[in-house]
């Protein structure tokens, strides 16, 4: 699956999603402090699912209608990184299909998937 990871996504978590044969594009190497509209472009240019701990993007899918390919949302504050790269990995192997043209929030204890009409 290829995926945007944003500036604020840990980096074990993109080191993990490689490993595991995804292509990450990372923000921090390729445009570090870019802003969040950049970034929702980069992610729709690259025609990835944007991965990002920040709540904003939420707001421009669901508020003003913008259209991602996908986007997932990582609420996991508190948990050591190495096992947040474990959570994060698993959820996309086990959900991966389900998270194009979704917004997915990813929680120590659950994966909601919330597709969007305005696609």
Known sequence: MKVLADEN???PIVEQLR???HTVLYVAEAASGATDEAVFKLANQEQAILLTADKGFGEMVFRQHKVLRGAILIRLSG???REKARIVV????????Q?????TVITPKSIRIRPWRHV
């Open 90 to 97: 698993a959820a996309l192997t086990q959900h991966g299909a």
């Open 19 to 21: 490993k595991n044969g």
């Open 79 to 81: 948990v050591p990184p």
């Open 9 to 11: 996504v840990d980096w």
């Open 99 to 103: 998270m194009i043209h979704a917004f």
